[in-house]
């Protein structure tokens, strides 16, 4: 087979190829080797089928087009012209002058030309920060792109000049405006909570730190977590101490990331910041129109790290007509990259070290050793190791289910493997590392097989929350996938104690839900919630997709949603919910005695205690519906250490506390507008 047609080449590869390994003689050996486990084998198998060995991947991108960009940037000055409503006329300029930005190649007057003219019109509508942002990206234009002629050169010169004075002049008034809100906000809190709304998708994100001090062993979790390891659990996460609801236990850093295709033009590719809010602009790559950035930075450290090996057969990642479910393809990026990450850099260099970064590629020789030999992978037991999630190692260490799931599956993941692989190879050859002989190329495949298995079972999606303002609640939208391999260390439970938060560049933040008793699990959700689906369901699921029956709390007791709304009170000594209580009045008081450690109980004191909590929780509301997420978030950790110290599990007033505290997370991390 050789290449079809633009849009149809990963699907007919894919076809064609499983239509002949289906088949006699090579079926009956795929399938003893996929139930082996035999990788290596498998990909032997399918690299020897006539229609793989004709295929010749060939780039698919789309390319500039300064024609086009041309005519787009006259449209922006006619448009000037024409406008009677000038801030109406500079905001569709500023549109089409990104539209003439993405077409036009880098080293073109045209884009030049239509950077400063975009820089220009956002300085005249007050936009400070992206026209800082417009300076940057033409400030980092390299005089080599422009001296071909002394006018090419000159015309250079004299843009860099207007740029360092609007970004001057930018810097200056971004500056008065900020003093401006911090009076402002000073005024009280009322002003600040009314305001809080309004400005909620315009600030700049921070990640948090873990709680107390760094773990010696996990590299990216706190102190309060230890790894653990026994034969009924594999690898999990334990509590070393008591941990208070709202900590942040984890904050992971992705092996490697992709994005889904329906956010390459709403989303920054490198950092995945929403480039729909006020400050952000879109930049373009050099090379294609595909993908788009926030700021210069975003755009020099992608083509470094990642995106000049994809940018020539990006395309092949999104194609159209594809139907096997809307992950799949940002899932077949996302083995891409993995692969990538581990061929190029070995593990005692992090791929984000700058020094790293810019050396010319090399291929990682450890990384052959270890796929070209057929010894299978041991789950690490050693709790004692250190454990960073950008070593390669532990991407080798995550569950596959190799020899657990259908042949026929183990096939269709064998042909994608070896469909990245050969596109791999392009790139690679592009860039001018030599050719792999076949071996290294079954090596190359044989990895990516096992990321594309790795991937199904431990992808975990990176999310922005966008805002309702008619519910008044935070939605997510899917944003991409990475693999964070701390976070995946997580056991699962239908009532998870721990929430997961996407924040810049892909990473990961962990947070208890509610109080975790030392000793206890750190239990995340890989689907389902018994709030949402009933035990048999659930069930099914897991054993369908994770191979594994649940045994949590919700799945043995049988939780039934919705609770309730009766509360039941369990005794603060022992912890024990669910026992008879011995009630004796004293007074206007009912005490009751716990049956099982005969401590004291005062009920209506406890009673009058939880109602004035109660009362906080639904003022909390009131606040998340100001816009006020930092207020309510104090009296909701508050109330949840009452409720979770005093009343039997499950009970309806800790799960609708849970609910407010994830909204009001939603509002700290990555968000964007409709």
């Given at each position: 087979?050789?290449?079809?047609?633009?849009?149809?080449?990963?699907?007919?590869?894919?076809?064609?190829?499983?239509?002949?390994?289906?088949?006699?003689?090579?079926?009956?050996?795929?399938?003893?080797?996929?139930?082996?486990?035999?990788?290596?084998?498998?990909?032997?198998?399918?690299?020897?089928?006539?229609?793989?060995?004709?295929?010749?991947?060939?780039?698919?991108?789309?390319?500039?087009?300064?024609?086009?960009?041309?005519?787009?940037?006259?449209?922006?000055?006619?448009?000037?012209?024409?406008?009677?409503?000038?801030?109406?006329?500079?905001?569709?300029?500023?549109?089409?002058?990104?539209?003439?930005?993405?077409?036009?190649?880098?080293?073109?007057?045209?884009?030049?030309?239509?950077?400063?003219?975009?820089?220009?019109?956002?300085?005249?509508?007050?936009?400070?920060?992206?026209?800082?942002?417009?300076?940057?990206?033409?400030?980092?234009?390299?005089?080599?792109?422009?001296?071909?002629?002394?006018?090419?050169?000159?015309?250079?010169?004299?843009?860099?000049?207007?740029?360092?004075?609007?970004?001057?002049?930018?810097?200056?008034?971004?500056?008065?405006?900020?003093?401006?809100?911090?009076?402002?906000?000073?005024?009280?809190?009322?002003?600040?909570?009314?305001?809080?709304?309004?400005?909620?998708?315009?600030?700049?994100?921070?990640?948090?730190?873990?709680?107390?001090?760094?773990?010696?062993?996990?590299?990216?979790?706190?102190?309060?977590?230890?790894?653990?390891?026994?034969?009924?659990?594999?690898?999990?996460?334990?509590?070393?101490?008591?941990?208070?609801?709202?900590s942040v236990l984890i904050v992971d850093q992705p092996f490697s990331s992709s994005m889904v295709k329906e956010a390459l033009d709403r989303n920054c590719l490198h950092c995945y910041s929403s480039l729909k809010l006020e400050n952000n602009v879109r930049i373009p790559c050099r090379m294609c129109q595909t993908v788009s950035y926030c700021t210069e930075t975003c755009r020099k450290e992608s083509w470094e790290m990642y995106h000049k090996y994809e940018c020539m057969i990006l395309n092949l990642f999104f194609e159209e007509g594809f139907n096997q479910g809307k992950n799949k393809l940002s899932h077949l990026?996302?083995?891409?990259?993995?692969?990538?990450?581990?061929?190029?850099?070995?593990?005692?260099?992090?791929?984000?070290?700058?020094?790293?970064?810019?050396?010319?590629?090399?291929?990682?020789?450890?990384?052959?050793?270890?796929?070209?030999?057929?010894?299978?992978?041991?789950?690490?037991?050693?709790?004692?190791?250190?454990?960073?999630?950008?070593?390669?190692?532990?991407?080798?260490?995550?569950?596959?289910?190799?020899?657990?799931?259908?042949?026929?599956?183990?096939?269709?993941?064998?042909?994608?493997?070896?469909?990245?692989?050969?596109?791999?190879?392009?790139?690679?050859?592009?860039?001018?590392?030599?050719?792999?002989?076949?071996?290294?190329?079954?090596?190359?495949?044989?990895?990516?097989?096992?990321?594309?298995?790795?991937?199904?079972?431990?992808?975990?999606?990176?999310?922005?929350?966008?805002?309702?303002?008619?519910?008044?609640?935070?939605?997510?939208?899917?944003?991409?996938c990475a693999i964070y391999t701390t976070v995946s260390l997580t056991n699962h439970s239908c009532y998870p104690n721990v929430v997961r938060h996407s924040y810049p560049s892909g990473k990961v933040v962990v947070r208890a839900l509610r109080c975790i008793d030392k000793g206890n699990e750190i239990l995340d959700c890989y689907g389902p919630q018994f709030l949402s689906e009933g035990k048999l369901p659930r069930r099914e699921y897991l054993w369908k997709k994770y191979h594994f029956m649940c045994e949590c709390d919700a799945c043995k007791y049988n939780w039934q949603f919705p609770l309730p709304d009766t509360?039941?009170?369990?005794?603060?000594?022992?912890?024990?919910?669910?026992?008879?209580?011995?009630?004796?009045?004293?007074?206007?008081?009912?005490?009751?005695?716990?049956?099982?450690?005969?401590?004291?109980?005062?009920?209506?004191?406890?009673?009058?205690?939880?109602?004035?909590?109660?009362?906080?929780?639904?003022?909390?509301?009131?606040?998340?519906?100001?816009?006020?997420?930092?207020?309510?978030?104090?009296?909701?950790?508050?109330?949840?250490?009452?409720?979770?110290?005093?009343?039997?599990?499950?009970?309806?007033?800790?799960?609708?506390?849970?609910?407010?505290?994830?909204?009001?997370?939603?509002?700290?991390?990555?968000?964007?507008?409709?």
């Open positions: 087979m050789t290449t079809t047609k633009h849009g149809s080449i990963f699907i007919d590869f894919c076809r064609q190829a499983y239509d002949t390994v289906i088949m006699e003689p090579f079926i009956s050996t795929f399938k003893e080797l996929s139930q082996k486990g035999d990788r290596q084998g498998m990909i032997r198998v399918i690299i020897e089928l006539p229609c793989v060995l004709n295929t010749k991947i060939t780039k698919s991108y789309k390319g500039k087009n300064d024609q086009q960009a041309a005519l787009l940037y006259q449209k922006s000055l006619d448009i000037m012209k024409e406008g009677n409503n000038k801030m109406d006329e500079e905001s569709k300029a500023c549109n089409i002058l990104t539209e003439a930005l993405f077409a036009a190649s880098a080293c073109s007057l045209i884009f030049m030309n239509a950077l400063l003219e975009r820089a220009k019109h956002w300085y005249k509508l007050g936009a400070w920060v992206r026209c800082l942002k417009d300076c940057e990206c033409m400030l980092a234009l390299p005089l080599s792109f422009y001296d071909k002629d002394a006018e090419s050169k000159n015309i250079y010169f004299e843009h860099k000049k207007e740029c360092f004075h609007l970004k001057h002049e930018c810097s200056r008034k971004l500056e008065i405006t900020i003093r401006r809100k911090k009076k402002t906000r000073g005024k009280g809190s009322a002003m600040h909570c009314s305001s809080a709304k309004i400005t909620i998708v315009k600030n700049v994100v921070s990640t948090p730190t873990v709680h107390g001090k760094l773990n010696n062993g996990l590299k990216s979790c706190s102190d309060a977590v230890a790894f653990r390891f026994d034969n009924n659990r594999g690898r999990h996460l334990v509590a070393t101490r008591d941990i208070c609801a709202g990026l996302l083995a891409y990259r993995t692969t990538l990450t581990a061929v190029l850099y070995p593990n005692d260099k992090k791929q984000n070290d700058m020094e790293t970064k810019h050396k010319s590629p090399s291929l990682n020789t450890e990384f052959f050793k270890h796929h070209q030999s057929r010894e299978k992978n041991s789950v690490v037991s050693d709790t004692n190791k250190i454990y960073d999630p950008l070593d390669y190692t532990t991407v080798l260490q995550l569950e596959t289910h190799c020899t657990n799931v259908d042949p026929n599956v183990n096939a269709i993941r064998s042909i994608e493997a070896v469909f990245v692989a050969k596109c791999l190879v392009l790139s690679l050859d592009e860039i001018g590392i030599d050719s792999l002989d076949n071996e290294k190329f079954i090596a190359l495949a044989t990895a990516t097989l096992q990321h594309l298995q790795a991937i199904n079972y431990n992808a975990y999606e990176i999310v922005e929350n966008v805002h309702n303002g008619i519910t008044h609640v935070w939605e997510p939208r899917n944003v991409g509360l039941n009170y369990k005794c603060k000594t022992c912890s024990q919910a669910g026992y008879s209580f011995t009630e004796i009045k004293n007074g206007m008081h009912i005490i009751k005695h716990c049956s099982q450690c005969n401590e004291k109980l005062d009920y209506g004191k406890l009673n009058k205690q939880l109602c004035r909590s109660i009362e906080k929780r639904v003022n909390a509301i009131s606040k998340m519906y100001q816009g006020c997420y930092e207020e309510a978030l104090n009296q909701l950790l508050n109330h949840i250490d009452l409720v979770e110290r005093f009343l039997k599990t499950p009970n309806i007033e800790s799960i609708k506390t849970q609910q407010c505290l994830i909204q009001c997370y939603n509002s700290f991390g990555c968000i964007s507008i409709n």
